[in-house]
Every structure is written in structure tokens, then in C-alpha cells.
Antibody
């Protein structure tokens, strides 16, 4: 059974960089045709796709966040990561990592989510 | 990219059927059959209920069905049950190679 788990600081100061890691267990991050995604949800609001990375390809980002986002994959650790720079209070949200099958719109496995608060 | 449009809320009585719409544009819903639907209970991660317009993952009740016409996709839940009360989100692939979500619909089972 594949499991995803987000980890990282729960509190980030304004203007700093938010850094999160998603650890994949129960399967290799580099096996199969999957996109590894980050999605966030501000309190009481809807879901927002941040971006994704494919094992052997370039990442793709939400145009509204593209200038501040970096998603990387570390196959040796079975992890992928998110960095969001120059954060403001508007970036306060629950951040989810998720897996999507290549050639499908099925985000089939999600992490439990981690709350990141941007505050001084 | 603009969020897909969903009704803010829908409601129904146990045993009834409801339909949630998800309206996009020719740059997303209208261009691909990569529309999926997610159910989210409070404090929980979303769970896929329908993917690629009308496919149901293993383990999801056949009370859930999906369809699409033009730029609008729909999720239908038949035989409403108390456990169906949740927020529902649609998402679609876009011509930019990105994904866009709907604003979410709160389903209340009366």
C-alpha cells in the first residue's frame, strides 16, 4: 500500500522560503509512470494545484506561483520536495503531496496534509 | 488560469440523487477527458471518487457516477447516505499542461 507523508516546519516567517518534503513508502518513487504533485488548501477554501514533477522529466508549475516555486525529486531517498520563496500570509495553508498516474487525471494517493502558517 | 465553477452548496435527503456541476472552458474541461472528482471530509485529505470523467476507482460505490458535455462535467450521487455529506471538488487538466480545481461544493444530507 503506497503511503505519502509530508514533513517540514509548521511556521515560516514572511519573506522566507517554505520547504516541505514528501516521503513515499510502499513503493519506489521512480518505478511506474507517476507524476508527484503538491496541492494546497487555505483554511475554509478550495484546493489549489501548485505543481508536479515526473521522475524523468521537468517539473510544471501553476502559472500564478511559477516565479516562486521549485519542486525537486530525490529518487535515492524516495522523496520529492517543495520550496516556495518570498512567502506571505496568503501562503498559509494545508499542503498536500499526491500521486497521479501518467495519462490519467487520477490523483490516487494523498498525504494527510501539513499545516504551514506564515507569521512573524 | 481560473478555477472551475461549482455550486457552493447542494443538498438532498437520504435515498435521493443529487448532481454537482463543474463548468470550465474550452481550455480545460472542454479539451480533455481528464476530469476527476474528490470527496473531502473535514480535516481529511481528498479522496478520488471519479477520474477521467466517468471512471470509478476500485472500492468506490457505484452510487457515484460522472459525465461530461462540452465544457461542463457532472458528478451524480444516487441513493444519498449520511456519509456522503462532505465537500466535493472537481479538477481538470488544461491546455497549459497544468491542473485546475473547482471552488468546491458542500453537500448536505438533510
Amino acid at each position: 500500500q503506497v503511503q505519502l507523508q509530508e514533513s517540514g516546519p509548521g511556521l515560516v516567517k514572511p519573506s522566507q522560503t517554505l520547504s516541505l518534503t514528501c516521503t513515499v513508502s510502499g513503493g519506489s518513487i521512480s518505478s511506474g509512470n507517476y507524476y508527484w504533485s503538491w496541492i494546497r488548501q487555505p483554511a475554509g477554501e478550495g484546493l489549489e494545484w501548485i505543481g508536479h514533477i515526473y521522475t524523468s522529466g521537468s517539473p510544471n508549475y501553476n502559472p500564478s506561483l511559477k516565479s516562486r516555486v521549485t519542486i525537486l525529486i530525490d529518487t535515492s531517498k524516495n522523496q520529492f520536495s517543495l520550496k516556495l520563496s518570498s512567502v506571505t500570509a496568503a501562503d498559509t495553508a494545508v499542503y498536500y503531496c499526491a500521486r497521479r498516474l501518467y495519462g490519467s487525471g487520477n490523483f490516487d494517493y494523498w498525504g494527510q496534509g501539513t499545516l504551514v502558517t506564515v507569521s512573524s | 488560469q481560473s478555477a472551475l465553477t461549482q455550486p457552493a452548496s447542494v443538498s438532498g435527503s437520504p435515498g435521493q440523487s443529487i448532481t454537482i456541476s463543474c463548468t470550465g472552458t474550452s481550455s480545460d474541461v472542454g479539451s480533455y477527458n481528464y476530469v476527476s472528482w474528490y470527496r473531502q471530509h473535514p480535516g481529511k485529505a481528498p479522496k478520488v471518487m471519479i477520474y477521467d470523467v466517468s471512471n470509478r476507482p476500485s472500492g468506490v460505490s457505484n452510487r457515484f457516477s460522472g459525465s461530461k458535455s462540452g465544457n461542463t462535467a457532472s458528478l451524480t450521487i444516487s441513493g444519498l447516505q449520511a456519509e456522503d455529506e462532505a465537500d466535493y471538488y472537481c479538477t481538470s487538466y488544461t491546455t497549459s499542461g497544468t491542473w485546475v480545481f473547482g471552488g468546491g461544493t458542500k453537500l448536505t444530507v438533510l
